[in-house]
């Protein structure tokens, strides 16, 4: 089986520093595609940033500059790297992995968009 695990959220002051992780575990070869999202109350999810297997970044206009994604493939692990946090950042965010290859019953399967349970990050002002 495989899961998703975040870590790193919490309470900071507006302008500073948050570094969120996420690990997944289980027999994985592969993931195409990592991400993040968030979920502020009564808001829709939103895109913040992704990466790809071959570290091409992408990111929402309201994070660029501040907000850098990285990832490291041999440990399956995706990080979202937060400076100069704002009180609008506030929100749970959740990873996502798209195309998870992966080894069960000696056979590769896959998952599609799997999501982690999130994390909330919290910004006062």
């Known amino acids: 089986q495989v899961q998703l695990v975040e870590s790193g959220g919490g309470l900071v002051q507006a302008g500073g520093s948050l570094r969120l992780s996420c690990a997944a575990s289980?027999?994985?070869?592969?993931?195409?595609?990592m991400a993040w999202y968030r979920q502020a109350p009564g808001k829709q999810r939103e895109l913040v940033a992704s990466?790809?297997?071959?570290?091409?970044?992408n990111y929402a206009d309201s994070v660029k500059g501040r907000f850098t994604i990285s990832r490291d493939n041999a440990k399956n692990t995706v990080y979202l790297q937060m400076n100069n946090l704002k009180p609008e950042d506030t929100a749970v965010y959740y990873c996502?992995?798209?195309?998870?290859?992966?080894?069960?019953?000696?056979?590769?399967?896959?998952?599609?968009?799997?999501w982690g349970q999130g994390t909330q990050v919290t910004v006062s002002s």
């Open positions: 996502n992995a798209d195309r998870i290859t992966y080894v069960s019953a000696g056979r590769y399967s896959e998952f599609y968009d799997y």
């Open positions: 990466i790809t297997s071959g570290y091409t970044s």
């Open positions: 289980g027999t994985i070869r592969s993931i195409d595609v």
